[in-house]
């Protein structure tokens, strides 16, 4: 089955302590991206990647790093986590731009 | 800066009705708008995707229209269940050099038995 995979899906971490959010995606996809959902301020981008070893900035990066090693991975790093980064990520996935993307389940990530 | 508006916040209707959610953005310099359906505590599904040149996608009980020229598109959703009961999110991708999708924040909807 065609799908986007987060893990964990439900994380509660305490402030400061490194954290990685993993993305796994199996339909040989170029493009990926992470988006986090905050109550009224909708889905924003984080970092995109339009290829192995291509990362770019979205519209909140600040306190995150991602990687692009392969092709089908695309884990999110948070190096030292705050209590501003409770959220609910999404990684997404797609073909190209003019295609449609596909989103994982998401994670809850709590930080205290 | 493209910014994704979506009228109204929340709807409620009874089952049964046909309802229209709107969606306008302010670029009209976009590849294309892909309409996404929310399940609370869940991941995003894909309902709909429409090219910068179409003007209309269909999917079962589903029309998303798309007028570029003046930034706005209609999802309409006909004779409504209680299954389609969700958040609908309407998102557009443009920024040449990027891959971004810009998100509305949706309309919270709720079809009442």
């Known amino acids: 089955e065609a799908q986007v995979t987060q893990n964990p899906r439900y994380l509660i971490t305490v402030t400061g302590k490194k954290l990685t959010v993993t993305c796994s995606q199996n339909?040989?996809?170029?493009?990926m991206s992470w988006y986090r959902q905050d109550p009224g301020l909708g889905l924003r981008q984080i970092y995109y990647s339009m290829n192995v070893e291509v990362t770019d900035k979205g519209d909140v990066p600040e306190g995150y790093k991602v990687s692009r090693k392969e092709k089908r991975n695309f884990p999110l790093i948070l190096e030292s986590p705050s209590p501003n980064q409770t959220s609910l990520y999404f990684c997404a996935s797609g073909v190209d731009r003019e295609t449609e993307a596909f989103f994982g389940q998401g994670t809850r990530l709590t930080v205290v | 800066k493209q910014e994704v508006t979506q009228i109204p916040a929340a709807l409620s209707v009874p089952e049964g009705e046909n309802l229209v959610l709107n969606c306008s953005f302010t670029?009209?310099?976009?590849?294309?708008l892909q309409w996404f359906r929310q399940d609370p505590g869940k991941g995003l599904t894909s309902l709909l995707l429409i090219q910068s040149s179409q003007r209309e996608q269909t999917s079962g009980r589903l029309n998303a229209s798309l007028d570029k020229s003046s930034g706005r598109s209609t999802l309409y959703i006909a004779a409504s269940q209680p299954g389609d009961s969700a958040t609908y999110l309407c998102?557009?991708?443009?920024?040449?050099?990027?891959?971004?999708?810009?998100f509305g924040k949706g309309t919270k909807l709720s079809v009442i038995p």
């Open positions: 998102a557009v991708r443009s920024g040449a050099g990027s891959y971004q999708l810009t």
């Open positions: 339909m040989n996809h170029e493009y």
């Open positions: 670029d009209s310099a976009i590849y294309n």
